[in-house]
């Protein structure tokens, strides 16, 4: 169009250069008036997508809390106090129940006086390291370490006892 007008005015048609100038005009407004509404049409746009995420979470929420409510009103907390305390009360029995069963297996186990063997095998070993043992008055060493072990008939039976155990 720039082209024609420039040829128009070459030739000295002032009166049809300035309608094509005028039409000019007239196309670059609506071009930018265009622009304007795309870009007016586009925040439009983007406002309806905002509304619409607005109104799905209001919706959301409204059901949410209809939901809890519900949720509200069916609970009993009074049941579940006595829910809590009775599941304490059961834990407590099992717990004591544990408590006399090991104790029983202990009991099956044990076949002899463990203090009264600790002490015995204790002192047995003080012996033979050359440390006087008493029960009361704790540790005194005597006489030096034996040069060669000595031989405990007792020892050996309780590593008999305890491989049986073991099997």
Known sequence: MITEIKELAKKNKHDAAKIFAKDLVRVRAQINMYYNMSS???AIAMK???????????NALKTTTKTLGKVNETMDIKVIQQVLKQFTKESAKMEMNQEVMND???QGMSTYDDD???DTVYKQICEEVGVDYKVDSGVVPTNPLPSKPVANPGLSELEKQLNDLKK
Do not use: G
Request: proline fraction near 0%; aromatic fraction near 0%; charge should be neutral.
């Open 40 to 42: 007016q049409l586009k």
């Open 48 to 58: 309806m997508s905002v509304i619409s995420t607005n109104a799905t979470i209001t």
């Open 104 to 106: 029983a297996i202990d």
């Open 116 to 118: 009264t063997q600790v």
